[in-house]
């Protein structure tokens, strides 16, 4: 991968109180895709992405985001390694798992660790903005109690 490459994308001055979303997935072409389409379909969050799940990892320590996307085979480490690790540092991490696969083992994996939201490849737009929206609700919601 080119060195050069910016894991992050963020507006110059996100709002106060804004919501950030960190997506990783590996596939280039698909990540800059569904994020420039989050990005318009939400242009309050700030997003930061990331092509595997150790520097989504990394990202994760450095900015916490709200709400993480992943794909679950990546290199370097997957998407449920870093899920796992995210929910150790903050447990109710909020965690959305992109995947083609419909394995059982896959499936168990994800219920395991709590997480609720699964979007089948290829992605619905239109489904993930959704579990996007309910997630920003939750997370709103959560945050003025």
């Given at each position: 991968m080119n060195d050069?490459?910016?894991h992050t994308m963020k507006p110059c001055d996100p709002?106060?109180?804004a919501?950030?979303?960190l997506y990783v997935e590996d596939d280039e072409f698909t990540r800059k895709i569904t994020c420039k389409l989050i990005s318009?379909?939400?242009p309050e969050?700030?997003?930061y992405q990331a092509e595997n799940g150790k520097v989504g990892l990394e990202l994760f320590k450095e900015h916490r985001p709200d709400i993480v996307i992943s794909d679950i085979n990546m290199p370097v480490m997957n998407g449920i390694q870093m899920a796992r690790e995210i929910r150790e540092i903050s447990p109710h991490a909020?965690?959305?798992i992109v995947t083609a696969h419909s394995d059982k083992k896959y499936l168990d994996?994800?219920?395991n660790m709590g997480i609720v939201h699964c979007v089948v490849k290829p992605i619905d737009h239109k489904k993930l903005f959704e579990v996007i929206g309910a997630c920003c609700t939750a997370i709103g919601m959560a945050l003025h109690q």
């Open positions: 050069e490459v910016n709002a106060p109180g919501f950030s979303l318009l379909g939400f969050l700030v997003i909020t965690v959305i994996d994800i219920g």
